[in-house]
């Protein structure tokens, strides 16, 4: 087989490596130590999506297959995707204003709909903070803002919300929009603030 790793050939001829998955898992490791990340594969000229790539796995490597990973400085993946979640930020407190008007105008349905789209955004921002951690070998829940946790303020807003849901109270919900995860949502920039400059 013929595999190369942003754009430079490699002799994998003595690995070992028999499945796809194996040689993924090996390129992930080399890139790693040279502070970069396969973010691309393209097997036989065609390229294969993450969905693809998980599920051919365990298919087995053949002699005539030419495979191409494309790689990217690990730091500046990390800091670009912590950036787009700052700049996300905004656009996420702008729709927790917009569920807590619809909650005092009556517009229930409406208002659970907005902040489903909002714990979705919410998702996502964990995520990278636990790819964050991955990359850069730290606990981001550790990582404090003004000598707090932002995380776990986060979390405790977050749970009381959800009870408030839970309780039909959309009094104490509306409140706790307008003025707890809204006011959470500020202090998240300023902790993604800090990791970007944490990136090496």
């Not at 030419?66 to 979640?85: G, R």
């Not at 803002?145 to 009870?163: C, F, S, W």
Request: net charge negative.
């Amino acid at each position: 087989m013929h595999v190369t790793i942003g754009g430079v050939e490699v002799d994998l001829s003595s690995s070992g490596i028999r499945t796809l998955g194996e040689l993924i898992d090996a390129v992930q490791g080399a890139a790693s130590e040279r502070n970069e990340i396969a973010v691309g594969l393209v097997l036989n000229g065609q390229r294969i999506s993450p969905e693809q790539e998980a599920s051919q796995r365990e298919r087995e490597l053949m002699p005539d297959d030419v495979i191409d990973f494309q790689v990217q400085d690990a730091s500046a993946v990390l800091t670009a995707a912590l950036e787009q979640t700052r700049d996300g930020l905004p656009a996420l407190e702008e729709k927790l204003g917009q569920v807590a008007t619809a909650l005092q105008c009556g517009s229930r349905q409406e208002a659970f709909s907005l902040f489903g789209e909002c714990l979705t955004h919410w998702r996502q921002v964990i995520q990278l903070l636990q790819a964050t951690q991955a990359c850069l070998g730290y606990d981001p829940g550790e990582v404090e803002v003004e000598g707090r946790n932002i995380n776990e303020d986060l979390l405790a807003a977050l749970q009381e919300t959800k009870q408030a849901m839970e309780q039909g109270d959309l009094v104490a919900l509306s409140d706790l929009l307008e003025y707890e995860l809204i006011a959470k949502l500020r202090e998240e920039r300023a902790l993604l603030e800090q990791l970007i400059g944490m990136v090496p």
